[in-house]
């Protein structure tokens, strides 16, 4: 695997950008890391976290390339940005750590998880159970300052995720790309859409969600695409936290 020192790469040693990334990640993406905007958004990073609160935690930065391999992603589900607020984010897109409540997208993703298979309204919002199953749930911008929607877009990040995109694109496996709302829909020119499911609909934010989101029954569509192409269905059901 062609991984990278942070001298190789070029960038600072404290930036968690340094570190490789998890599994077959790191040489699918190796030449991104490789990059100049790369180096520069690893020291827009530093900079910011030594003035600012940034979610989510170094820790969990590539939490959505740690629970799925590149080599298992059966789904890739596309976000935008982190959440902002205080111990949401945890590097899965929609999800958030245990014990916090999920935010209105989530709800309205739940209660269409609901009303298309029947599976009961989770208590919790903690998706690491379909990470785990091969669904990326990946954000376009992976970090966020708090409080700031937006506030780390245009720093290099769509760069990265763009190239993440083209590396699932490039399996030789038939993937589902799930993008809901204008934002993500940008990305469908990334897909290869005669190899691989595109599903597009409306964004489950309050704002969009009655104008197409509910009632879209994306999760029955995923599974049958899957079952369809001799891939197991994805178990949307959380367990108890």
Known sequence: MDQLSPQEAGLPAQSPLS??????WEEALAAERRKPYF?????FLVHERSRHTVYPLEADLFSAFRLTPLS???????GQDPYHGKDQAHGLAFSVKPGVPPPPSLQNIFKELHDDLGVPVPKHGHLAHWAKQGVLLLNAVLTVRAGQANSHQGKGWELFTDAAIRAVNAKTDPVVFVFWGRYAQRKV???DSSRHFVLVGAHPSPLSANQGFLGSRPFSRINTYLREH???PIDWALPKA
């Open 19 to 24: 570190r490789p990334l998890p599994h077959d």
């Open 189 to 191: 020119k990334l897909v």
């Open 72 to 78: 298992e992603v059966r789904v890739l589900i596309l």
């Open 230 to 232: 001799g891939r197991p």
């Open 39 to 43: 180096k520069a958004l690893s020291d």
